[in-house]
């Protein structure tokens, strides 16, 4: 019996890592290679909101990262897009910025459903651009709005410092954020 939980265990992990691994697929596409840099789960007042994942590409210093979150719960595109702007206001961004920011993310971030993921992939010649369960949605270039955007994650403001830390581990955070740790 417990052979057969062990050999059970395992076909579940190997399973479940070819599944991880085709779900990443776009972004090891615009990276050419993705590592995981560390991962975690946004939860609110006892709800599980959504997991997140932090990729850099090719090496944990690369300039160019990928941010994936699998909602567990469904969100209108809008609904997301302020809660986004609300996000960048705490770290800092001042309000009228946010509020346009929030906008333009209103103008093309879809509702999502439990199990639907929203990625955005920042490089520094494109900017941000972001998929919606691994197809290319839309793209906001220049570094600022980059900068706010991934800053609520990993901003040393954030609102969710547990996550931030386990998004990064024991790495610093992307060159974006933060030239040192």
Known sequence: MRRFLLSLCALTCLLGSESFA??????????????????GKLTWWGL?????????AG????????????????FTGVSIANRTAEEMKKIG?????????GKELAGFLPNVESGQAL????????GTLFYFDGKQIAQ??????????????????????????????????PPLISEGC
């Open 22 to 39: 085709r779900d990443a697929a776009h972004i090891n596409n615009a990276f050419g290679s993705a590592k995981l840099q560390g991962s």
């Open 48 to 56: 599980d909101i959504y997991d997140a994942a932090l990729y850099r």
């Open 59 to 74: 090496n944990l210093n690369s300039p160019e990262f990928a941010l994936d979150l699998r909602y567990q719960k469904s």
């Open 93 to 101: 961004v001042p309000d009228m910025q946010a509020v346009l920011w």
């Open 140 to 173: 906001v270039k220049g570094a600022e709005f980059s900068k706010a955007f991934f800053g609520i994650w990993f901003d040393t403001k954030t609102t969710a410092p547990k996550l931030r830390s386990e998004l990064l581990g024991q790495n610093c955070p």
């Open 119 to 126: 990625t955005a992939i920042y490089t520094p010649k494109q």
